[in-house]
């Protein structure tokens, strides 16, 4: 298995079963059509520039963190974004989030992420997985391994889920990011890769 992903051995296998189909009061129109999605992306600026490579519906906003909305169009906050879209993941499929890169930028890191990571680990059903990028802001390093320990906390409170090592292996592969965030094509290709080799 790559070193850059970490699963949980929990994770179960996708089931024969039609999705279940969401009651329309519950989600607006948009997100009502997505429903029995077998991955939906919420994330900031990295899944944005990412979203030819990704393989699923990709939400994602720059400059986005768990309480701040970002920069493109009218989107949502990550906790919005979550509490909107994690309804339309089908069971046994896979709610994938990169968040916390910006959240870095906050005094009140640690505090506020480990509740975003909670948040949404409760409005995740069971038979339903969570993929979490790991984060890495080289601007803020410290507040970045507060997140990151506030993740790798929380996160395992889901019984199916995974860690895409995003963090470890830009600190590893700096070439691979234009400004040791941000990748550049082939790292946005590795990305979409530990991605997929994580869910499938």
Same mark, same amino acid.
């Given at each position: 298995?790559?070193?850059?992903?970490?699963?949980?051995?929990?994770?179960?296998?996708?089931?024969?079963?039609?999705?279940?189909?969401?009651?329309?009061?519950?989600?607006?129109?948009?997100?009502?059509?997505?429903?029995?999605?077998?991955?939906?992306?919420?994330?900031?600026?990295?899944?944005?520039?990412?979203?030819?490579?990704?393989?699923?519906?990709?939400?994602?906003?720059?400059?986005?963190?768990?309480?701040?909305?970002?920069?493109?169009?009218?989107?949502?906050?990550?906790?919005?974004? $979550? @509490?909107?879209?994690?309804? &339309?993941?089908? /069971?046994? =499929?896979?709610? *994938?989030?990169?968040?916390?890169?910006?959240?870095?930028?906050?005094?009140?890191?640690?505090?506020?992420?480990?509740?975003?990571?909670?948040?949404?680990?409760?409005?995740?059903?069971?038979?339903?997985?969570?993929?979490?990028?790991?984060?890495?802001?080289?601007?803020?390093?410290?507040?970045?391994?507060?997140?990151?320990?506030?993740?790798?906390?929380?996160? $395992? @409170?889901?019984?199916?889920? &995974?860690?895409? /090592?995003? =963090?470890?292996? *830009?600190?590893?592969?700096?070439?691979?990011?234009?400004?040791?965030?941000?990748?550049?094509?082939?790292?946005?290709?590795?990305?979409?890769?530990?991605?997929?080799?994580?869910?499938?």
């Amino acid at each position: 298995m790559n070193r850059y992903i970490a699963t949980n051995p929990q994770r179960r296998r996708r089931s024969s079963s039609k999705p279940s189909r969401l009651k329309f009061a519950v989600l607006p129109l948009a997100i009502f059509a997505l429903s029995g999605c077998d991955a939906v992306m919420i994330g900031d600026s990295i899944f944005n520039m990412s979203r030819a490579e990704l393989a699923g519906f990709v939400d994602a906003s720059d400059g986005r963190s768990a309480d701040n909305a970002g920069l493109n169009g009218n989107p949502l906050t990550g906790r919005q974004a $979550v @509490a909107s879209l994690a309804p &339309a993941v089908s /069971e046994n =499929g896979w709610l *994938v989030i990169n968040l916390g890169t910006n959240d870095a930028r906050s005094r009140k890191t640690a505090d506020a992420f480990r509740s975003f990571v909670r948040n949404t680990v409760a409005r995740l059903k069971n038979d339903r997985c969570l993929a979490w990028v790991v984060p890495y802001n080289p601007q803020f390093p410290e507040r970045s391994e507060q997140i990151e320990s506030a993740l790798r906390a929380e996160i $395992v @409170a889901q019984p199916c889920h &995974a860690l895409i /090592e995003w =963090g470890p292996w *830009v600190q590893a592969n700096p070439a691979l990011t234009v400004d040791g965030i941000h990748p550049t094509t082939e790292g946005k290709q590795a990305l979409a890769a530990m991605i997929a080799a994580a869910t499938n």
